[in-house]
């Protein structure tokens, strides 16, 4: 890994932390950040982890310390891929590539138009999509449209329905894309002219696996770096 390649997965990490914690506050619970990692006290919503590195070589001890481990589905992002939690009760649920595409970079104009989810009714819509009807689409609640560094992007079909989006995470050096859903050729070319349009002078970050990894690097991302999350009891 480059010197680069470290500095923009230590930005991803933190964007990535904050966007989790955003998360967690529409929820009611407050984490926290310390120097190496951010941590939240009690269980974080379905599919957001309990903490994330913001450093690499944190003692595994101290970051377990710090979440509760006694509730089911306590679970940790490891940004840097270089902790051994199996001795905290913790085994592998996945691993992942941290990507980076250049601000600037030229995009591909969108066959589908975007816009910003700004409304309760407009979040709703675009949770349903995201969905696909699992039950969970409430994980999206109208207290993150009070957030001023969250974006969430509907992309929209000849009918008006939202067809593929994201969330936009805006922060100090980096804007993270996470939650991509939809075709990857709708989804990718619009959303990355929003965050062209939103946040131009910002390189995009994020985090992806297997096919959606391969998706994401044919629209301009490089992999920079590994990650891994760790569940309690897996």
């Given at each position: 890994?480059?010197?680069?390649?470290?500095?923009?997965?230590?930005?991803?990490?933190?964007?990535?932390?904050?966007?989790?914690?955003?998360?967690?506050?529409?929820?009611?619970?407050?984490?926290?950040?310390?120097?190496?990692?951010?941590?939240?006290?009690?269980?974080?919503?379905?599919?957001?982890?309990?903490?994330?590195?913001?450093?690499?070589?944190?003692?595994?001890?101290?970051?377990?310390?710090?979440?509760?481990?006694?509730?089911?589905?306590?679970?940790?992002?490891?940004?840097?891929?270089?902790?051994?939690?199996?001795?905290?009760?913790?085994?592998?649920?996945?691993?992942?590539?941290?990507?980076?595409?250049?601000?600037?970079?030229?995009?591909?104009?969108?066959?589908?138009?975007?816009?910003?989810?700004?409304?309760?009714?407009?979040?709703?819509?675009?949770?349903?999509?995201?969905?696909?009807?699992?039950?969970?689409?409430?994980?999206?609640?109208?207290?993150?449209?009070?957030?001023?560094?969250?974006?969430?992007?509907?992309?929209?079909?000849?009918?008006?329905?939202?067809?593929?989006?994201?969330?936009?995470?805006?922060?100090?050096?980096?804007?993270?894309?996470?939650?991509?859903f939809g075709s990857p050729a709708a989804a990718w070319p619009a959303v990355l002219h929003a965050v062209g349009s939103l946040l131009p002078a910002l390189p995009v970050v994020g985090y992806e696996q297997?096919?959606?990894?391969?998706?994401?690097?044919?629209?301009?991302?490089?992999?920079?770096?590994?990650?891994?999350?760790?569940?309690?009891?897996?």
């Open positions: 890994m480059t010197t680069s390649q470290q500095h923009l997965v230590l930005a991803a990490a933190r964007n990535n932390a904050a966007w989790c914690a955003a998360m967690s506050r529409s929820h009611g619970l407050a984490g926290e950040f310390g120097d190496r990692a951010w941590s939240a006290p009690a269980r974080t919503p379905l599919y957001y982890p309990d903490a994330v590195t913001l450093a690499p070589h944190v003692v595994p001890e101290t970051l377990v310390s710090r979440i509760d481990t006694a509730a089911p589905g306590a679970s940790v992002k490891d940004s840097f891929a270089d902790l051994d939690l199996a001795g905290s009760g913790f085994g592998v649920l996945f691993e992942a590539q941290w990507i980076h595409r250049p601000a600037g970079a030229a995009v591909p104009a969108p066959e589908s138009s975007w816009q910003v989810a700004d409304s309760p009714e407009e979040l709703l819509a675009w949770a349903l999509a995201w969905d696909g009807g699992a039950g969970n689409a409430d994980l999206f609640r109208a207290e993150l449209l009070d957030d001023p560094d969250t974006f969430v992007v509907a992309v929209r079909d000849a009918g008006g329905g939202v067809a593929a989006g994201a969330v936009v995470s805006r922060s100090d050096r980096v804007a993270g894309v996470s939650n991509v297997g096919e959606d990894l391969a998706a994401a690097l044919r629209h301009g991302f490089e992999p920079i770096g590994p990650l891994r999350v760790w569940l309690h009891g897996l």
